[in-house]
């Protein structure tokens, strides 16, 4: 079965600084997809970036980049230049194809990022 | 604004009952998924419609049912509720690389 695994509860950074929040995945698959989403305190979940497992290039979405390293089986979620703004919980996801044929996406356990002025 | 529409935003009801969660997908999309989160279990997958069929099945309770209807917009119900079932629910419909799009949640709260 396929897992997302992100190792760390919590993080901190400074305010205008980078923070990298880490996730592995485990699959067997050749095609799949990775996510990350991001949960302010109010609840929603806002997806911030893609990455597919055959894209050549990291993704970037402004501050947001996905730093995927294919052969260790990871997607960290590097943010640039933090902002207070960014406090949330973040999850890691993994698109999984269903014995069905059809898609779902599973997360991992998330990380909460708190940015300190 | 995702444009997935969940109601209700918050639900506080007793234990033993039964409630229904409803979602709207975004305008277009044939699909529809649910779900949980809760404290201690984080995002668990409860189950996918797309274009009124049930096409996928997680962790969904046997108390727990859901059907989505022509128009598209899926329901949620939710019976014989115990304290374990307060979590926020979640409804997403997908796009074509296969994120999905959040509505806001609903809060079951059951006391």
């Known amino acids: 079965a396929q897992k997302i695994t992100q190792t760390q509860p919590g993080m901190f950074v400074q305010e205008k600084e980078a923070v990298t929040l880490d996730c592995t995945y485990d699959?067997?698959?050749?095609?799949?997809?990775l996510f990350w989403y991001k949960q302010p305190s109010s609840g929603e979940m806002i997806f911030l970036i893609y990455?597919?497992?055959?894209?050549?290039q990291n993704a970037t979405e402004g501050r947001y980049s996905l730093n995927f390293q294919k052969a260790r089986k990871s997607a960290n979620l590097v943010i640039s230049a933090s902002q207070l703004g960014d406090s949330a919980m973040y999850f890691c996801?993994?698109?999984?194809?269903?014995?069905?044929?059809?898609?779902?996406?599973?997360f991992g356990a998330g990380t909460r990022l708190a940015v300190h002025p | 604004d995702s444009g997935v529409t969940q109601t209700p935003k918050h639900l506080i009801t007793a234990t033993g009952q039964r409630v229904t969660l409803r979602c709207s997908p975004r305008?277009?999309?044939?699909?529809v998924y649910w779900y949980q989160q809760s404290l201690d279990q984080g995002l668990q997958f409860l189950i996918q419609?797309?274009?009124?069929?049930?096409?996928a099945k997680g962790n969904i309770l046997e108390r727990f049912s859901a059907q989505q209807f022509p128009d598209l917009h899926s329901e949620l119900n939710l019976s014989s509720l115990e304290l374990g079932d307060s979590a926020l629910y979640f409804c997403?419909?997908?796009?074509?690389?296969?994120?999905?799009?959040f509505g806001e949640g609903s809060r079951l709260t059951v006391l």
């Open positions: 996801a993994m698109r999984e194809i269903s014995s069905g044929g059809y898609n779902k996406l599973i």
């Open positions: 699959t067997s698959d050749q095609s799949y997809g």
């Open positions: 990455q597919g497992s055959y894209d050549e």
């Open positions: 305008s277009g999309d044939l699909s």
């Open positions: 419609y797309y274009n009124g069929e049930e096409r």
């Open positions: 997403a419909s997908q796009w074509n690389t296969g994120e999905l799009f």
